[in-house]
């Protein structure tokens, strides 16, 4: 005669941690100021400050979360920055 197959339970799923909705101002410093909201409906992504009125907005994609626009505004003010620092290096060269 045979054995009965046990019935062996499936391991228990890992549970994600939630991602963060609210980061800091890169223009105030304000911790907890800056809120992500996005709009499938539309397509559009929105980072606002509460404290200092600052704003980004951007497309974005079904796999887009709110960590993703924080980054990407962090990212075009580091750009921005840069291009300035560079056009001031620019206009300052002794050899023109």
Same mark, same amino acid.
């Given at each position: 005669?045979?054995?009965?197959? #046990?019935? *062996? ?13 609210? =980061? #800091?101002?890169? =223009? !105030?410093?304000?911790?907890? *100021? ?14 606002? !400050?509460?404290?200092?009125?600052? #704003? =980004? *907005? ?12 924080? #980054?990407?505004?962090?990212?075009? !003010? ?10 001031? *290096? ?7």
């Amino acid at each position: 005669m045979g054995k009965r197959k #046990s019935k *062996s339970k499936p391991p228990p799923k890992k549970r994600m941690d939630k991602l963060d909705t609210v =980061f #800091s101002c890169p =223009f !105030c410093s304000h911790g907890t *100021s800056v809120e992500c909201r996005i709009d499938m409906k539309n397509l559009i992504g929105e980072a606002n !400050c509460r404290i200092c009125q600052e #704003s =980004f *907005s951007t497309t974005v994609t079904a796999l887009t979360e709110p960590i993703d626009i924080y #980054s990407e505004w962090i990212d075009e !003010c580091e750009r921005v920055n840069n291009y300035e620092e560079d056009d001031v *290096s620019y206009k300052l060269d002794p050899n023109e």
